[in-house]
């Protein structure tokens, strides 16, 4: 079983910035990749930032040039450090895993109980 694990959110004021980290954990896994979407009141989940092949990234266009994903010095995690945050950016922040089981070849995709973010003054 595959368990992923958020940390770091909070109340930030606009312009702020915050760091999430997230982790997964499970026995001879191997991941594909990972990600964070969020999910704001009212709203469909989206994604944020995703890290595929621990090399390649794409985000969405409203968080280019301010969030950053990146490989964790520890083995399947990721953070996310987001810069000049704005009142948009409230929202749950979800970290989704994916990948397989290294005997089995079985594929999981994860997902993380959520952190809030609010950014409000």
């Known amino acids: 079983q595959v368990r992923v694990v958020e940390s770091g959110g909070g109340l930030v004021q606009p312009g702020g910035s915050l760091r999430l980290s997230c982790a997964a954990s499970?026995?001879?896994?191997?991941?594909?990749?990972m990600g964070w979407y969020r999910q704001a009141p009212g709203k469909q989940r989206e994604l944020v930032a995703r890290?595929?092949?621990?090399?390649?990234?794409n985000y969405a266009d409203s968080v280019k040039g301010r969030f950053t994903i990146s490989r964790d010095n520890a083995e399947n995690a990721v953070n996310l450090q987001m810069n000049g945050l704005n009142p948009e950016d409230t929202a749950v922040y979800y970290c989704?895993?994916?990948?397989?089981?290294?005997?089995?070849?079985?594929?999981?995709?994860?997902w993380g109980q959520g952190t809030l973010v609010t950014v409000s003054s």
């Open positions: 499970g026995t001879l896994i191997t991941i594909h990749s």
């Open positions: 989704n895993a994916n990948g397989h089981d290294i005997f089995s070849r079985a594929t999981f995709d994860a």
């Open positions: 890290l595929t092949g621990g090399t390649s990234t």
